[in-house]
């Protein structure tokens, strides 16, 4: 084993230290009194220059988190975000939810209200002190999080961290939440020694057993009608190369059924769209692919002699407390093993001519859906104030192998077509509104190169604490372009009353209470007191000419730019 020696002069400066070592490259803050130590060393070690995560000031912990689950679904590895004691921690408890239900891996951390009132170095010197100590500080985190513990001691240091980070990546990835007190950081020390690599374990991929994918294989053979449903899997990018296998294989079609990622080629023939419930009733085997919600029950769900396979890394979804989608056959582990090993199981046993037929019908369909959602993009192109699904096809024709588009609720799928993984990210499947905005600004930090498009809707721009994430886009040089879909409304409370009475008198009258964004703000301003180009945009007409605007501002002059584009309210 190599070890390394280094002349530090904290429990602070060596966890920066640490940090650097294992491959963390920035340490996302919103700093408070608990941060003294840390930025102490943090001077130290730049004026010295010395390896360390680069210091991310974030003015407000949803973007602080965000960007930290960004950059992961760009580069699949996780930074650190810490935050101010309880009370930063409380902020950013919904972040880490998303970050929790989309398995996305972060090392979390909240500085440790000082534990001593006087005798050592960090005693409590603040009136702040006494209030904001908790007797469970991660109490309010912990069905969240994959693991929660406090920092004891100095000795401790490297176990603790690389232990945090490992289980952090291990499958079902997810976040973790690490304590740190103040007297700990802030304690003196001359030499930290530390393994050069962590040897904490690291789990490595895992197919299922033989015997599982060869009566998965036996189910979808037989089968007359197979579909496949799925949410995450572009999760592993790995995944939608196998997935492309499988649907071949079977001349199946694939839909993106609430999906959060690219999953599959958009413009694939056996693609069929975002809707799997008018497919249902002549599907005799519906296959799963990390779909933790197939369809609702009390709506729509498929004949009950349906076959029903579910493939993820955890087909149980064990952290949810209730959940009864059926499966005659459940494949677990590193999903893209387990489609391409069923892909590869399925071919010598599928009848060629049922395979040929059903792919010939399946194209048919891919071809009537696209037609449909151009028509329907043509018919809105004229309307005022603006429809979304025109917004949706603007930026959806922008789109290249070269952008990424982080979608907050309001882009319209049928109006885009990627192929690639890692260019689309959707919403958590916890709905945490704010996520957008800080998970563009991590996109852009993790792929400097690409273009970052971020779509949100009016509400979850507010959500998004936008002062704050326009602030860092200029701090930090990151031209991200937002797209705002004005609608001056929470419609998904709407819709949600709607579906609940629809003839009720709120439905009926059109008057819903506790769901309008009147009178909106000028939404541009707030990007423009950051160096922004804004503009608001009211005509159909001119959103094209205002995207290319914007794009070139991104693009060419390096500025963070924002169209308020002002949508037909619900």
Known sequence: MTTKRASVESTADAYLELLAARGVEYFFANSGTDFAPLIDAYARRLDQGLPTPR?????????????AHGYALVTGRPQVVMVHVIVGAGNAVGGIINAARSNVPILFSAGRNPLTESGMHGSRNRAIHWAQESFDQAGM???YVKWDYELRNFTQLETVVDRALAVAQAEPQGPVYLTLPREVLAEKHEVFEYAAASRAPRPGPVAAAPEAIAETARLLADARNPIILTKAAGRDPLAVAALVQLAEALGAPVI???????????DHPLHAGFDAAPYFDEADCIVAVESDVLWFPALKAPRPEAKIVQIAVDPLYARYPIRGFPADAALSGTVSLNLAALADAVRPRVDARAVAERTQRWHA?????REAWTATARRAQSEKPLEMVWVSKCVGDLVDADTIVVDEYDFDP??????????????????????GMGAALGAKLAA??????????DGAYIFGAPTAAHFVARAYNLPVLFVIFNNRAWNAVKRAVQSHAPEGLAARTRRMPLSDLEPAPDYELICRASGGHAEKVEDPAALPDALARALKVVRDEKRQALLNVICKKP
């Open 55 to 67: 210091p991310m000031t974030i003015p407000h912990e949803v973007p602080a988190v965000g960007m």
């Open 256 to 266: 993106d059924q609430f999906h959060t990622y690219v999953n599959f080629p958009q």
């Open 365 to 369: 369909e891919h071809r009537r859906l």
């Open 448 to 457: 400097p190169d690409k273009t970052v498009i971020c779509c949100v809707g």
């Open 414 to 435: 049928t109006q885009g077509c990627f192929r690639t993984p890692r260019t689309y990210f959707g919403s958590s499947p916890a709905g945490g509104l704010g996520w």
């Open 141 to 143: 985190i912990r069905e």
